[in-house]
T-cell receptor, first 115, second 112 residues
Framework: DAGVIQSPRHEVTEMGQEVTLRCKPI?????LFWYRQTMMRGLELLIY????????DSGMPEDRFSAKMPNASFSTLKIQPSEPRDSAVYFC?????????????FGNGTRLTVT | AQSVAQPEDQVNVAEGNPLTVKCTYS??????LFWYVQYPNRGLQFLLK??????LVKGSYGFEAEFNKSQTSFHLKKPSALVSDSALYFC??????????FGSGTRLLVRP
């Protein structure tokens, strides 16, 4: 079991550029979550999917953020255009949702710096 | 608003001593409560959860937590701390749609 795989680990970009973060969940898991971690706001849930369908995107900050899950083994989080305040660590997590209370398995995150 | 609170930003303890990381909840109904740990430059790792049943929950790495309904608490405990336990600890709760909402985190520092 390779765990949840996120790429890239680090991303540095200039304000206004498009950023795409990628996530491969654990095989067999049918729920996927995107979180953002900053010192000021802690861990924020951005969006989560169940069976590839977005269930709740109320945490997405604004229209500049979008997320997709075209199949069970891949998800992307896109920021366009990026701004310095988007600098954070972005985590992807997956779970099997057995009974709805299965633990989340987190990737090691993508550290995004927008200059 | 429903939430969990971690009142301490940091907890310091000597190796070998018992440790407690505090969490209180303000959640209606039967709360689903969790503890996760985060090591530097890593994602969060699941430690334990309370769903129902026995109020004392045992988890990974020798950690345990006690669900206390009268005090609305779910404190994380370990009888004997290790230097390697130093990390960031998060309490969390799952809402009715099973979204996991995290507390602000507590940094545990275990000194040799």
């Amino acid at each position: 079991d390779a765990g949840v795989i996120q790429s890239p680990r680090h991303e540095v970009t200039e304000m206004g550029q498009e950023v795409t973060l990628r996530c491969k969940p654990i095989s067999g898991h049918n729920s996927l979550f995107w979180y953002r971690q900053t010192m000021m706001r802690g861990l924020e849930l951005l969006i989560y999917f169940n069976n590839n369908v977005p269930i709740d995107d109320s945490g997405m900050p604004e229209d500049r953020f979008s997320a997709k899950m075209p199949n069970a083994s891949f998800s992307t989080l896109k920021i366009q255009p990026s701004e310095p305040r988007d600098s954070a660590v972005y985590f992807c997590a997956s779970s099997s949702r057995t009974g709805g209370t299965s633990p989340l398995h987190f990737g090691n995150g993508t550290r995004l710096t927008v200059t | 608003a429903q939430s969990v609170a971690q009142p301490e930003d940091q907890v310091n303890v000597a190796e070998g001593n018992p440790l407690t990381v505090k969490c209180t909840y303000s959640v209606s109904g039967n709360p689903y409560l969790f503890w996760y740990v985060q090591y530097p430059n890593r994602g969060l790792q699941f430690l334990l959860k309370y769903i129902t049943g026995d109020n004392l929950v045992k988890g990974s790495y020798g950690f345990e937590a006690e669900f206390n309904k009268s005090q609305t608490s779910f404190h994380l405990k370990k009888p004997s701390a290790l230097v390697s336990d130093s990390a960031l600890y998060f309490c969390a709760w799952a809402d009715s749609s099973y979204k996991l909402i995290f507390g602000s985190g507590t940094r545990l520092l275990v000194r040799p």
